[in-house]
């Protein structure tokens, strides 16, 4: 089954079922005690209950709704560098442990929406990726039982502004609409091995990504053991596992997005997540002072 959330042509948020007839709209269903797919996923059985509208007839076409990130505002969002063998031989990292950093829900934004490249970077850079939505949450999740805590996979184009990368990923990473989450989710018994995928990511129609995610380093199962050691996982929280070799900013000539750029990452058994990279415009803030690595950036 493949959930997601998307806005009417009212404006109205709600979230539903693709089918190949169209979407069912389960927030006019079930959204007065669940108000959004991360609040359905919050419950025992939630995924079963939107099992049984997933015969009835369509409310929308998919060009009739603007899809929103699947999962809007997730509680946390976990991410993971350097998880894909020839990603870190790029990279030269050498560290066996895994590499986490966070987003923030504002930095996301949903299939065929713009991805917004940021004015302060010249390195804005494609990252496809796997991402895996919690179900049932917990701490101390033990790996042999971890699979049975995902709710479904999408896939994810983390954007990286890499001149807004140093030690740290956080500042490259939470920019404004620079992290496509979707278009949907599939459900996790339709896809009980996730790491028997392909993933490949197209720039402009160009295959730049192809990889299996048999070649992670920190397969999904190891990923939730790690991260519920430290920090409880919550329904609808999200990991986003890695991206494999191929990014722009180690080919040579260094290969980044710009405004008008096609950006589509695609994942067998799941769908292909498309977007347009568009030019951020900044608003004036009176007092504002540009950093320096902003200036560094825009020169």
């Not at 493949?2 to 979407?23: A, P, V």
């Not at 669940?34 to 939107?50: H, I, N, Q």
């Amino acid at each position: 089954m493949k959930l997601l959330s998307f806005r009417n042509s009212r404006g109205k948020r709600s979230y539903g079922i693709r089918t190949e007839r169209g979407i069912v709209d389960l927030g006019s269903r079930l959204g007065e005690r669940f108000p959004s797919l991360r609040s359905l996923l919050a419950v025992t059985g939630g995924v079963a209950l939107a099992r049984h509208h997933e015969a009835a007839a369509p409310d929308y076409q998919e060009d009739e709704v603007s899809f929103l990130p699947v999962i809007e505002h997730p509680n946390k969002i976990f991410c993971v560098g350097m998880n894909y063998a020839a990603k870190r031989q790029e990279f030269n990292e050498t560290n066996p442990a895994p590499t986490l950093f966070v987003r923030f829900p504002d930095s996301q934004t949903g299939h065929r929406c713009p991805v917004i490249k940021p004015a302060h970077s010249r390195e804005f850079d494609y990252e496809g990726e796997l991402a895996v939505i919690i179900g049932t949450g917990g701490r101390g999740i033990r790996r042999e039982d971890a699979l049975l805590h995902v709710a479904g996979y999408a896939c994810y184009m983390d954007g990286s502004a890499r001149d807004w990368q140093h030690t740290w990923f956080t500042a490259g990473k939470n920019w404004r609409e620079t992290g496509a989450f979707g278009p949907w989710m599939v459900t996790s018994d339709e896809l009980p091995d996730p790491q028997q995928l392909q993933l490949r990511t197209f720039l402009n129609g160009q295959q730049v990504q192809d990889d299996s995610t048999a070649n992670m380093i920190h397969p999904v199962a190891a990923l939730i053991e790690y991260i519920s050691t430290f920090s409880a996982l919550s329904p609808g929280d999200v990991i986003i596992t890695g991206s494999p070799g191929g990014v722009g900013k180690k080919r040579v000539p260094p290969l980044f997005m710009k405004a008008g750029d096609t950006i589509e990452v695609e994942i067998s058994g799941i769908g292909r997540l498309c977007n347009v990279i568009a030019d951020e415009v900044l608003e004036p803030f009176e007092g504002y002072e540009l950093p320096e690595a902003a200036e560094t950036a825009a020169a």
